[in-house]
């Protein structure tokens, strides 16, 4: 048998290939969507400034299982605990801040990314002096060489240093180099005091050096045991978590990404090895049929037909392991570059998804072949003189059912997305799936489906294409599953690329119109040294043409109820100000008593806390720190903007860098360019600032709430490559088998002109089969989004979107058609049917 097999390999390259190669790709792709979960799973990083500490102690970085967004800074009585525990030989304290290091009162680093730390952690890296000494009294710093080199500074020299948002002057005590070690942000040392004082009293973290002789685990048990709850000990690859503050909230994302497109990748690949290789053996029926003939059984067909199978999944899989570990480095590698996660975090790809890549290859040949080469070894011998029987059997009740479950499913998933699910993250995790489900429920009924469309067609085509078009349709009621095979792929590609993409252009609109009509300001102040001093905001208000300033703060946190904590966006404004800045139509209260510890928010997520007017209102700030807050005020809601509102000076210390970063503005009406030349003029003032119109202020609003869009569009690609070879597959080989026939019609007096004419009016029938099946399926996904979205059936974003994969698909489908058609019909006719 298996020689049998290999054989049949052989001398059947053109179809084997075709299903050998959806079963490589397909492969490869789960593999890397596994690899990016793994990543997302572990989510670990290698240390960069503290790799030479082998325990790292630093604060949970989570708050009743939900990933905190901003630092959670430790006690730093924790490093006297530490130093205490057996066989540790030193606890070292470590801050970190900005600093900013300036030249002719400009920072010297184009990215301003310079940050201060003690200069006992500096063993951490390590750095070494490379000239002066250590900094021993407060006004002295140390820098590191190529900081130094940058802003011409020697041992002895004064250099101008932005700290907490003013700038001060320091001496140079020494100069620094790192021994080694790869801290990619450049660095300033201060005496240990002062660091901890300007990092606002509390450490960040506590490196851990052990004893000579001691075990880092025995070790870290033991400090983990000492800390108890107070503080989380990292040790191996965990340890750059403690550098990377806030990283684990990127964790869902990656989950949730991976989640969702490698189950509708998981999906689609073994729909496309099932179809392929389905494919493969409905062209087999006569040969399936003489082999029963001549003597064999059942039995030995279907081991056949499971020997080639096993033969092509094995030597496919074994062929991606490489290429889908290189796709998820490079799904990871855009996810790094936008932003999603940080390039510190390690990528991951075990064992783990190469075999979920090898067992979804496997299962989706094993259930073809299974349903399809079930039937081919039951076909009867004399199957084999009425091919054009064969060729329109389709229908079955396992198939029914099985269409129905994913119509089923991918109705209600639509159904879920717009009356169950909430505006938010999750919103496409049920919205894009409810598409690709659609799609192959429809493929499975495509062959009725498409005898059906093709019917209402038959006058149209009849009218307008001749006897190229008689002949097509002739074609199309002989052979609806062949033509149905030829359409159910474009229907997936034309369904999926379409939910998705208006669904991103959905949610890219509804972000930047919200956001436009939530922000009054005209110009916004951005700071690049870490925020601004408190007195800069009454300097800006101060400023002619400036009608009113507030200070601005970004993060997230979370507000207590009695089901557990609620994630929660959070806005730091100044009372005097916001009003002006921010569109907050009252409703209760008084926005310009947000002072203090006070909290204002809209009059819905009011009514869903519980809360009203003078109550305190329970709640966890970014970085874990409790509060209380009294209600001060509500505010019109506005669901695309659910944000509460906290004064900036309560809100600025736990998030960030731990200051205002951006100061809105707004212009006196009729003061033309006097506040911009004004505003320009105190920016120029204050190193690192910059302004900018509040139109930027959106637009990076939109960049964060976008940030996944390339990644998005990314894997849509792929997904949309993936579905593309199918097609391609798919015609390709269909066309391959007809050479025969077309040379028959050219033998009975069809020109080749004929053909191609017959071919191309096919094409049409398939494209229009498969944009109406397909608009229908996207549909599924495009409806509920937008509805829930922006309220509205229709999607936000181009016609042109669909025009183009619409065409694309078309060109696709006539590519794969008339190209093999041609080249083939270049063979005598006789020759063409003698090769049969």
């Not at 299974?370 to 054009?388: D, H, I, K, Q």
């Not at 060729?391 to 009356?419: D, E, K, M, S």
């Not at 139509?585 to 947000?594: M, N």
């Not at 002109?753 to 099946?773: K, W």
Request: charged content about 15%; some cysteine; overall charge neutral.
């Amino acid at each position: 048998m298996w020689r049998l097999a290999l054989r049949t390999l052989k001398f059947r390259r053109t179809s084997f290939i075709a299903t050998f190669f959806a079963m490589f790709l397909g492969a490869a792709i789960v593999i890397g969507c596994g690899g990016l979960m793994e990543t997302g799973v572990r989510m670990a990083a290698d240390p960069q400034r503290l790799q030479e500490a082998p325990v790292v102690v630093t604060g949970e970085q989570t708050y009743d299982s939900a990933a905190l967004t901003e630092r959670h800074r430790i006690d730093p009585a924790l490093v006297g605990d530490v130093a205490r525990v057996k066989g540790v030989d030193k606890a070292v304290a470590d801050v970190s801040f900005p600093a900013t290091v300036l030249k002719d009162g400009k920072p010297v680093t184009d990215d301003s990314t310079s940050y201060g730390h003690g200069w006992a952690s500096a063993r951490l890296t390590p750095y070494t002096l490379a000239a002066g000494k250590s900094p021993v009294a407060g006004g002295e710093v140390v820098l590191d060489a190529e900081l130094a080199e940058q802003a011409s500074a020697r041992t002895g020299s004064t250099v101008a240093v932005v700290v907490d948002g003013t700038t001060r002057q320091f001496r140079v005590s020494g100069i620094a180099d790192q021994s080694g070690g790869h801290n990619p942000d450049a660095a300033v040392f201060f005496t240990d005091d002062e660091a901890r004082t300007l990092a606002g009293g509390r450490i960040d973290s506590i490196g851990v050096l052990p004893a000579a002789g001691s075990s880092v685990t025995t070790v870290a048990d033991a400090v983990s045991t000492a800390v108890g709850d107070r503080a989380e000990v990292l040790t191996g690859e965990r340890r750059g978590l403690a550098e990377l503050p806030g990283t684990l909230a990127s964790q869902r994302t990656v989950v949730i990404l991976a989640a969702v497109f490698g189950s509708s990748v998981v999906l689609i690949v073994m729909f496309g090895v099932a179809s392929t290789l389905s494919l493969s053996l409905q062209q087999r029926a006569r040969e399936m049929a003489l082999l029963r003939a001549v003597g064999s059984t059942p039995q030995q067909l279907r081991r056949m037909i499971l020997t080639e199978t096993a033969v092509l999944s094995v030597g496919s899989v074994l062929l991606a392991l490489l290429p889908g570990y290189a796709i998820g480095r490079g799904l990871f590698a855009v996810l790094t570059s936008s932003g999603v996660v940080s390039s510190s975090i390690a990528y991951h790809a075990g064992w783990i998804p190469m075999a979920v890549g090898a067992i979804v290859t496997v299962l989706a040949a094993a259930g073809a072949t299974r349903f399809a080469g079930r039937r081919a070894a039951r076909t009867e011998p004399v199957a084999a003189l009425a091919e054009s029987t064969v060729g329109t059997q389709w229908f079955n009740v396992p198939r029914l059912l099985l269409a129905l479950f994913f119509l089923a499913n991918g109705i209600g998933l639509a159904v879920a997305t717009a009356t169950v699910m909430e505006d938010g993250p999750t919103l496409a995790s049920t919205a894009g799936p409810a598409s690709v489900l659609f799609c192959i429920g429809l493929a499975l009924l495509a062959p009725g489906i498409t005898k059906f469309m093709v019917a209402l067609l038959k006058l149209p085509v009849r009218a307008f294409s001749g006897l190229s078009g008689r002949l097509a349709l002739r074609n199309a009621a002989t052979a609806n599953v062949r033509m149905a095979g030829a359409v159910a792929p474009i229907v997936l590609l034309i369904g999926i690329a379409t939910g998705t993409l208006y669904m991103q252009s959905t949610e890219n609109d509804v972000s930047r119109s919200s956001y436009d009509q939530n922000v009054l300001a005209d110009y916004v102040l951005d700071s690049t040294t870490g925020g601004f001093d408190p007195d800069v905001v009454d300097r800006v208000r101060e400023t002619p043409g400036v009608a009113a300033a507030s200070e601005f703060v970004t993060s997230r946190g979370f507000v207590d109820g009695p089901d557990g904590p609620a994630e929660v966006d959070l806005r730091g404004v100044s009372a005097d100000g916001v009003v002006q800045s921010l569109d907050l139509p009252k409703v209760a209260g008084d926005l310009t008593t947000l002072n203090g510890d006070t909290v204002a928010l809209s009059d819905k997520k009011a009514e869903e806390y519980g809360v009203k007017v003078g109550d305190k209102l329970p709640m966890h700030l970014g970085d874990g720190t409790e509060i209380s807050p009294t209600v001060v005020a509500l505010y019109a809601d506005n669901p695309k903007q659910p944000y509460l509102t906290l004064p900036a000076s309560l809100l600025a210390p736990h998030a960030g860098d731990g200051l205002p970063q951006q100061i809105l503005v707004r212009a006196d009406s009729g003061s033309g360019d006097q506040a911009h030349e004004g505003l320009a003029a105190l920016a120029a003032q204050l190193p690192g600032s910059e302004l900018d119109d509040s139109s930027s202020l959106a637009g990076r609003n939109n960049q964060i709430q976008q940030i996944l869009v390339s990644a998005n569009y990314t894997i849509v690609a792929m997904i949309v490559g993936y579905a593309s070879i199918t097609v391609v597959n798919t015609l390709v080989s269909v066309t391959r088998k007809r050479r025969a026939e077309f040379g028959l019609q050219r033998l009975t007096g069809a020109t080749r002109r004929q053909v191609i004419g017959m071919l191309t009016v096919e094409g049409v029938l398939i494209g229009v089969v498969a944009t109406v099946l397909g608009t229908i399926a996207s549909a599924t996904t495009i409806v509920p989004y937008s509805l829930v979205k922006s309220d509205s059936y229709l999607p936000s974003g181009s016609i042109g979107i669909y025009l183009a994969i619409v065409g694309g698909s078309l060109l696709l489908v006539f590519g794969a058609t008339l190209l093999p058609s041609w080249r083939g019909m270049r063979t005598p006719a006789v020759d063409t049917v003698k090769a049969a």
